[in-house]
């Protein structure tokens, strides 16, 4: 397994483990890898730190078939949690912002925000929370 710092084309950065450098490559080419901030699928590598190795005295670092069981687990109780609400795609900011101000009823939803708008949403006491694991719109799936 491989760690690989990424960046998107809109400047968010964030990490993803792959099989191999060609596992990535085969991954990106195929449009498979998207950005968990905007969803953006125009993906390259990101200027990485060196991994310095720790102290022997410190604990040993988590397996890689730990890390995939915790990462699987995150993603599953992330499923179960949004299974009841309703995709809104891109008017996910518009639509939390007339539910808290009552001109729509109250209802469970999830969709994409900008990080502007999700930080004007917090700023106005809207309740949100950034979900941890990729979500596919459900009109991109096969």
């Not at 060196?50 to 102290?55: E, I, R, S, T």
């Not at 912002?97 to 925000?113: D, N, Y």
């Not at 999700?118 to 596919?136: C, S």
């Amino acid at each position: 397994m491989i760690l690989f710092d990424l960046k998107c084309a809109g400047g968010h950065v964030f990490e993803a483990w792959f099989k191999s450098s060609g596992s990535y490559d085969e991954q990106r080419a195929g449009g498979l890898i998207a950005c968990p901030v905007c969803s953006d699928t125009d993906i390259g590598k990101a200027v990485m730190a060196p991994n310095v190795a720790a102290k022997g005295n410190r604990g040993e670092a988590p397996s890689p078939a730990a890390i995939k069981a915790a990462i699987a687990a995150i993603a599953s109780a992330q499923a179960e949690a949004i299974k009841d609400s309703q995709w809104v795609g891109t008017a996910f900011a518009d639509t939390a912002r007339a539910m808290h101000s009552g001109e729509k009823p109250v209802t469970a939803i999830h969709g994409q925000a900008t990080r502007a708008e999700a930080k004007a949403l917090v700023e106005e006491g809207v309740p949100v929370a950034p979900l941890l694991v990729p979500v596919v719109p459900p009109d991109a799936l096969n």
